[in-house]
């Protein structure tokens, strides 16, 4: 598919999801038909200067702002269409944002992502910074909402393992303790035995019953 640009007449090649695009030869931006499609972008608060404040292994400079397509439903929330798989973005959703008219100002063609064949309605453009960053010594690709500053798809971001519960043998040995301990030292000082003394028989006391438990409860 071909078009004229409507300022110096140059012939230009359109792709089939194109909504505008840019003379190479005069600089016009020109608007196609969006086949009945509503579109609209959010607008970006994070700026390119400020990723490596989110994300300090991000050198400035080493960042490109794209735009998702997500079609708008009636409550407000936004679904993917993407023409191509995004594995990065599975399962994220961004949240609701000021949107206004698609315009040749907001982006350049480039930065469009295309939506997939289907989609109708109102598709919002959603900004990401694309950005490589290297960690662990292995480059990695990632996505960071514009909006919002979520980084997303860097595994060396994800949040640290939960610390796993103690186990239930664990459990056991405290409980014992600390019940070993309480009556030893009750008993000791009833005997007429000093503070240090109870003290003293306290440790012995759980420490011989912490062997008999893991000899004969754990070990067994």
């Keep these: 598919m071909k078009t004229s640009c409507s ?3 140059a012939v230009l090649p359109v792709l089939r999801r194109d909504f505008y695009i840019r003379c190479p030869y005069c600089g016009a931006s020109l608007m196609l038909d969006t086949g009945g499609l509503i579109l609209m972008t959010a607008s ?3 700026h390119g200067d400020s990723l490596s ?4 292994a991000v050198e400035p ?4 702002l794209l735009y998702f397509p997500y079609i708008q439903k009636q409550d407000g929330s ?3 269409c993407f023409a191509q798989p995004v594995p990065q973005l599975d399962g994220y959703r961004p949240p609701s944002s000021s949107i206004s008219v698609l315009s040749p100002e907001d982006a350049g063609p480039d930065q ?3 939506p997939a ?5 109102t598709i919002v453009f959603h900004p990401f910074f694309e950005a490589t960053t290297t960690l662990r010594g292995l480059p990695e690709m990632i996505l960071v909402d514009a909006v919002t500053g979520t980084a997303i798809g860097c595994s060396g971001m994800d949040a640290a393992p939960a610390v796993p519960p103690p186990s239930r043998s664990f459990i056991e040995i405290l409980v014992l303790q600390a019940v070993l301990a309480s009556a030893v030292f009750i008993l000791s000082r009833l005997a007429g035995a000093d503070g240090q003394g109870g003290f003293s028989a ?4 759980c420490t011989v019953g912490c062997f008999f438990l893991v000899r004969f409860r754990i070990l067994r």
């Design 7 to 9: 300022q110096c007449g």
């Design 44 to 46: 970006p608060v994070v």
């Design 53 to 56: 404040r989110i994300i300090p």
């Design 61 to 64: 400079g080493n960042a490109r």
């Design 78 to 80: 936004l679904e993917p």
């Design 112 to 114: 469009l992502i295309p």
């Design 117 to 121: 064949e289907e989609a109708s309605g």
């Design 202 to 205: 306290s440790i012995i006391a």
